[in-house]
Nanobody, 122 residues
């Protein structure tokens, strides 16, 4: 049974640096890619970052490049968010790609976590 569970959201101030965590179970962790997406109500979900556990390659959206980092350790994937802005407010989801690479396309992701809300106050 595949499960992804995201956590770490909450209310943070502008400039804050929370870390989101995604626990992955039921998959061959070393052979997949994990992506983080976010969605604001009324808007389309957008890709934020992706990490290939297989070879360590990463993807970052231009809007977060230089502020967010992604890492993994023992079936956990972390999204370190730094210098948060109010426009980063969204529900953040982690998802597992079908194979070792994910990138920004949702079509490549099969399993999704439940989402965690990050609210950035100005």
């Amino acid at each position: 049974d595949v499960q992804l569970q995201a956590s770490g959201g909450g209310l943070v101030q502008t400039g804050g640096s929370p870390r989101l965590s995604c626990v992955v179970s039921g998959l061959a962790f070393d052979a997949i890619a994990i992506g983080w997406f976010r969605q604001v109500p009324g808007k389309e979900r957008e890709a934020v970052s992706c990490l290939s556990i297989y070879d360590g390659s990463t993807y970052f959206a231009d809007t977060v490049k230089g502020r967010f980092t992604i890492s993994s350790d023992n079936a956990m994937v972390y999204l370190q968010m730094n210098n948060l802005k109010p426009e980063d407010t969204a529900v953040y989801y982690c998802a597992s790609a079908l194979g070792p690479y994910g990138g920004s396309s949702e079509d490549r992701y099969r399993y999704w976590g439940q989402g965690t809300l990050v609210t950035v106050s100005s």
